[in-house]
Structures are given as structure tokens and as C-alpha cells.
């Protein structure tokens, strides 16, 4: 399973679907709610679409797929991990440029936007979110997951990455002692593969096979 970022839809996976064929592996490359074909309007950040993907691993299953392993970039490397604390669907998961802490995450990319970031701005967005939509996105905490997940996760992050600081890969891995952390010299966000092909594909693989 390769789960794709915000604003991205299974097309723009699509390019690792390969690299998994040509290894015998079978490869669901999902829209998430909200993106490309799926319905939605929300994006809940991992809140509602870690049950989405709960629910296609027990698709897979159902049909002979014995051993599931997912990949996610970005907010879908945010959502898997959050998945994996629901329960051993997956046999391992690849997580790449993922987010630790929404509020974080949030209050860095608005510093990003703004060049600066009121204290409030934030805080005041998810109590608007809990109260307009029922969306309590205090629950949304990919590092709450990790430290309750008994899924092997392979995190990697780009060093050069401008959109989300390579320290939440690295808050990410000290939450578990299942997960190994790959920082890519010069890989701008979710651009591992690009800057360092061949080990991408031995690491990334080899995580697999080894799971």
C-alpha cells in the first residue's frame, strides 16, 4: 500500500508501484478522503483516514494478501503510522518527510507562510475545527502512535527538506525502539528517492523483505 501527501492524489505514487512489482509484491495505491477519486471534503490529518486504511489492509486480506507493508509520503507517512497503532495490520511500514506533532507542524508551516506565527493562530484554528466540523484534531499525534505501534517503521527524511524539519523523523524514531531513522543528504521533501536512487530501493526493500 503507498499512501500519497496533502494536495497529491494515487497518481502521484504511482512512480513506486514498480519498484514493488518488478519484487513480486501486489500494490493498492489509494486516493485519500478528499483527494483524486475519493469522496470527502475534510482533510482530518490521520483522525478519520487511519480507519480508511485499517479498513483496505482488511480489504487486502480478504483478498490472499498475507503479508501487508505500506509506504507513505509526507501526510500519508503521518497517516500509516497513525494506522499501525490500531493494530498488526502491517508487517512493516516505510514512513517518509512525516509530521510528529500536527499543532507543530502546523504553527512551522504558518512561520513558513507568514514569516511569523501569533501563538494563538493555531490553537484557535482547532478549536474552530472542533466546534464547525467535530474534528477533535488534538488526537492527531503521529508520535503518540509511534510510542504505542509494534510495527517496524523505516523513517526517512531529507536533510534538506523546507517544508517539514527533518526533527520530527528524528522525534519520530526516539518514540520507538521498532523504528530506524535514514536522513538523505541534499533531499529536499519526499525527494529521497530522486537524490539517492539505489539506496532508496536496497534500503526501502530490504526493510521489507527483512519484515
Avoid at 479498513?55 to 483478498?63: F, P, Y
Avoid at 517503521?153 to 520530527?168: E, K, N, Q, V
Amino acid at each position: 500500500m503507498v499512501l500519497h501527501g496533502i494536495g497529491d492524489s494515487r497518481q502521484g505514487s504511482a512512480g513506486f508501484a514498480p519498484m514493488f512489482l518488478d519484487q513480486g509484491y501486489s500494490v493498492l495505491l489509494p486516493d485519500s478522503r478528499g483527494h483524486g477519486a475519493s469522496g470527502g471534503e475534510l482533510v482530518t490529518y490521520g483522525l478519520w483516514e487511519k480507519y480508511d486504511v485499517r479498513d483496505w489492509a482488511r480489504w487486502l486480506r480478504q483478498h490472499d494478501c498475507r503479508a501487508l507493508y505500506g509506504l507513505g509520503e509526507s501526510l500519508g507517512g503521518s497517516v500509516l503510522i497513525q494506522a499501525t497503532a490500531l493494530g498488526p495490520d502491517f508487517h512493516a511500514i516505510v514512513a517518509e518527510c512525516a509530521f510528529a506533532d500536527l499543532q507543530a507542524i502546523a504553527q512551522s508551516r504558518v512561520q513558513q507562510m507568514f514569516g511569523f506565527a501569533p501563538w494563538f493562530l493555531v490553537p484557535n484554528a482547532i478549536t474552530f475545527a472542533r466546534y464547525r466540523y467535530g474534528l477533535d484534531l488534538r488526537q492527531v499525534s503521529p508520535i503518540d502512535s509511534m510510542r504505542r505501534t509494534s510495527t517496524p517503521t523505516l523513517l526517512i527524511h531529507g536533510l534538506a527538506d523546507s517544508r517539514t524539519p527533518y526533527s520530527h523523523s528524528q522525534a519520530l524514531a526516539r518514540a520507538s525502539a521498532q523504528s530506524v531513522l535514514w536522513l538523505v543528504p541534499n533531499a529536499e521533501h519526499t525527494q529521497a528517492y530522486s537524490a539517492a536512487p539505489d539506496e532508496y530501493r536496497r534500503r526501502v526493500l530490504g526493510w521489507f523483505a527483512g519484515h
